[in-house]
């Protein structure tokens, strides 16, 4: 019933900055929540940073600092700024939203810092 794709990853130096963006699309009345998640090869899946329906936020301890979430109207256009990258960052990063009562996960995008 929901959508999401994300764009904007691609190859950055360290130091350098991203902003990925997810766009939501189908049937939504109301999103709750939105978020960034991050894999590695070899590593779990891990929240980068949140932002619910009332604007708050929160992030990983990570990342504090450096990236920064925040949303469109209606919560069906998200966006994390990332700057300051380094190479620990390199990752697909998948936006995850919830409708309702459920989760929808985007198909991610590659993020890769070089040293």
């Known amino acids: 019933q929901v959508q999401l794709v994300e764009s904007g990853g691609g190859l950055v130096q360290a130091g350098g900055s991203l902003r990925l963006s997810c766009a939501a699309s189908?049937?939504?009345?109301?999103?709750?929540?939105m978020g960034w998640y991050r894999q590695a090869p070899g590593k779990q899946r891990e929240l980068v940073a949140a932002i619910t329906f009332g604007g708050s936020t929160n992030y990983a301890d990570s990342v504090k600092g450096r990236f920064t979430i925040s949303r469109g109207n209606a919560m069906n256009t998200g966006y994390l700024q990332m700057n300051s990258l380094k190479p620990e960052d390199t990752a697909v990063y998948y936006c995850n939203v919830q409708v309702m009562t459920k989760n929808y996960w985007g198909q991610g995008t590659q993020v890769t810092v070089s040293s």
């Open positions: 189908g049937t939504i009345f109301s999103i709750n929540y």
